[in-house]
């Protein structure tokens, strides 16, 4: 929707035309999303269903699509012999038992492996060993997918079919890795409207079935200059690279005794410094930007309140959606959509389902168990 589209003229129009919400700001966000073809409010599976399941596997993943969760995200990165993978984290030590089948190479980064070393690594039995509540034998195993398989993943529910929410994760290792998605988005026809598509948005088709992410302004731009079709969102952070900060006090210095109370005192420089990320997340062809949030409860997710009533203002006066990352608890979706977020990156998408009164018909047991798990 241009810009130039006047926010009350639009509201007249869907005025008119019968739609009605509990808010008028929500009714222009839910409009701007529709027209990139995104579902208002979004639910975002954070490396999949990855409080119930190791992240960023078949079991996260397809417990996430069964559940009904919009969009299946990953990070993306590439193997030593060129094939696009899904991981987090730099190194393999984390997910993966690479000390005991590459001792030697335990501190090389993924990267550094090829596709045939990566499947060879199990990548669930982490999660049991970190949440004996939450293990299954059936993790035990669990091999690194390739955004190929994903994409299996993606399709393979008849009655639900979720988008694909993709971060270019360090980009700057991976040179052309905006052009090789590209490529392999087309190959497996993911750039253009899923085959009978209908009129109302939904999830899985029409230009909004991928949204872009980074944390890199560069690659922003790069995706941009291979996908100028295809939302994007510019991740946010205070930090290096990212928001410059009010104070420049590091966490050692601080007097803090956790992380995540520390950042929840960073904030930007000031508004200017704020909107200037605004500026640059939509001249690099951005539809929306990816804020971090302050969790009520703190936790190795807390990290800096970038979704404060003034900043969603500010996104949305600028024709831009806000998708917050990463929120796990009631508390913080209604904090959250309170102060005007468009969707919520969430490790509990059952949970955020059910916020949203959209439960899924089954429970995440018989969904893993239903799906082999």
Same mark, same amino acid.
């Given at each position: 929707?241009?810009?130039?589209?006047?926010?009350?003229?639009?509201?007249?129009?869907?005025?008119?035309?019968?739609?009605?919400?509990?808010?008028?700001?929500?009714?222009?966000?839910?409009?701007?999303?529709?027209?990139?073809?995104?579902?208002?409010?979004?639910?975002?599976?954070?490396?999949?269903?990855?409080?119930?399941?190791?992240? =960023?596997? *078949?079991? #996260?993943? !397809? %417990? /996430?699509?069964?559940?009904?969760? @919009?969009?299946?995200?990953?990070?993306? +990165?590439?193997?030593?012999?060129?094939?696009?993978?899904?991981?987090?984290?730099?190194?393999?030590?984390?997910?993966?038992?690479?000390?005991?089948?590459?001792?030697?190479?335990?501190? =090389?980064? *993924?990267? #550094?492996? !090829? %596709? /045939?070393?990566?499947?060879?690594? @199990?990548?669930?039995?982490?999660?049991? +060993?970190?949440?004996?509540?939450?293990?299954?034998?059936?993790?035990?195993?669990?091999?690194?997918?390739?955004?190929?398989?994903?994409?299996?993943?993606?399709?393979?529910?008849?009655?639900?079919?979720?988008?694909?929410?993709?971060?270019?994760?360090?980009?700057?290792?991976?040179?052309?890795?905006?052009?090789?998605?590209?490529?392999?988005?087309?190959?497996?026809?993911?750039?253009?409207?899923?085959?009978?598509?209908?009129?109302?948005?939904?999830?899985?088709?029409?230009?909004?079935?991928?949204?872009?992410?980074?944390?890199?302004?560069?690659?922003?731009?790069?995706?941009?200059?291979?996908?100028?079709?295809?939302?994007?969102?510019?991740?946010?952070?205070?930090?290096?690279?990212?928001?410059?900060?009010?104070?420049?006090?590091?966490?050692?210095?601080?007097?803090?005794?956790?992380?995540?109370?520390?950042?929840?005192?960073?904030?930007?420089?000031?508004?200017?410094?704020?909107?200037?990320?605004?500026?640059?997340?939509?001249?690099?062809?951005?539809?929306?930007?990816?804020?971090?949030?302050?969790?009520?409860?703190?936790?190795?997710?807390?990290?800096?309140?970038?979704?404060?009533?003034?900043?969603?203002?500010?996104?949305?006066?600028?024709?831009?959606?806000?998708?917050?990352?990463?929120?796990?608890?009631?508390?913080?979706?209604?904090?959250?959509?309170?102060?005007?977020?468009?969707?919520?990156?969430?490790?509990?998408?059952?949970?955020?389902?059910?916020?949203?009164?959209?439960?899924?018909?089954?429970?995440?047991?018989?969904?893993?168990?239903?799906?082999?798990?």
């Amino acid at each position: 929707m241009p810009d130039t589209f006047g926010k009350s003229a639009l509201l007249l129009i869907l005025a008119m035309s019968g739609v009605q919400t509990a808010s008028a700001v929500n009714t222009i966000e839910a409009a701007q999303a529709n027209a990139h073809g995104i579902p208002h409010p979004a639910v975002i599976a954070h490396r999949g269903a990855s409080f119930d399941a190791p992240e =960023s596997t *078949a079991a #996260a993943y !397809t %417990l /996430a699509r069964d559940l009904g969760a @919009d969009y299946l995200e990953m990070d993306l +990165q590439r193997s030593k012999d060129g094939v696009l993978f899904a991981l987090h984290d730099n190194s393999l030590l984390r997910t993966t038992d690479v000390a005991k089948k590459f001792p030697e190479r335990k501190d =090389s980064p *993924a990267s #550094a492996f !090829t %596709l /045939a070393e990566l499947k060879t690594l @199990d990548a669930g039995s982490w999660f049991n +060993q970190s949440y004996p509540t939450r293990a299954r034998q059936s993790y035990v195993g669990l091999p690194i997918l390739t955004l190929d398989e994903i994409i299996d993943i993606a399709q393979g529910n008849p009655q639900h079919k979720p988008g694909l929410y993709i971060e270019t994760k360090e980009p700057k290792q991976f040179p052309g890795i905006e052009h090789d998605l590209k490529n392999k988005l087309n190959e497996r026809g993911w750039l253009e409207p899923a085959t009978g598509a209908k009129a109302e948005p939904q999830v899985g088709q029409g230009k909004g079935r991928v949204i872009l992410q980074t944390f890199e302004k560069s690659s922003l731009g790069l995706l941009q200059k291979e996908m100028p079709d295809t939302p994007k969102i510019l991740l946010l952070w205070v930090g290096e690279d990212s928001i410059t900060p009010k104070t420049t006090l590091s966490f050692a210095d601080s007097g803090e005794k956790d992380k995540a109370a520390y950042y929840a005192k960073q904030q930007p420089k000031d508004q200017a410094e704020f909107i200037r990320w605004l500026d640059i997340a939509k001249t690099n062809g951005a539809i929306g930007t990816g804020p971090s949030a302050a969790l009520t409860h703190g936790g190795d997710q807390s990290y800096a309140d970038l979704i404060q009533p003034w900043m969603n203002k500010a996104t949305h006066d600028k024709g831009m959606l806000v998708h917050v990352y990463t929120l796990d608890e009631p508390v913080d979706f209604k904090k959250a959509m309170a102060a005007g977020v468009d969707g919520i990156f969430t490790n509990r998408a059952s949970e955020l389902l059910k916020y949203f009164q959209r439960p899924a018909p089954q429970t995440v047991n018989q969904l893993l168990e239903k799906n082999g798990y």
